[in-house]
């Protein structure tokens, strides 16, 4: 899904963690209700502000561990700055930093059955000057 402000993980990682914990750790429901609800993507998610312009679905594939994007899918990809991938065979939620190359992820969070995550927040970043 498309988040065009505030895409952190300081920011909207946070946001991210505390919907599914609302939602006491139902993955599906959190699919349902703001990436199937909203394949255009959000302007904000914390906002609940929607893009006036669907951006569209991302592609690509994951292999458990390493993700790449798929710019045929959507020629979009590479202007995204993150990827978070929500992996729910293992209860995972993880973040790349999107480059047009095999990647790996820099932070990860499990979810325990009632939703609450381990490590309990995503690592922030550091902005390049």
């Not at 139902?26 to 255009?40: H, M, N």
């Not at 710019?71 to 993880?94: E, G, I, M, S």
Request: aromatic share 10%.
């Amino acid at each position: 899904m498309w988040n065009d402000s505030n895409s952190e993980p300081q920011q909207l990682g946070r946001v991210l963690l505390r919907r599914i914990t609302s939602l006491k750790g139902d993955l599906d429901r959190f699919v349902a209700q703001f990436i199937d609800e909203c394949p255009g993507g959000w302007i904000a998610l914390d906002k609940a502000e929607r893009c006036a312009d669907p951006i569209g679905m991302l592609g690509g594939r994951f292999d458990g561990i390493v993700a790449t994007c798929d710019p045929t899918v959507n020629p979009l990809c590479f202007d995204a700055q993150y990827l978070y991938l929500l992996h729910r065979p293992k209860r995972r939620l993880f973040v790349f930093k999107i480059e047009n190359r095999d990647m790996r992820p820099f932070g990860m969070v499990t979810f325990d059955d009632a939703g609450k995550a381990k490590p309990p927040k995503l690592p922030a970043v550091e902005h390049e000057d």
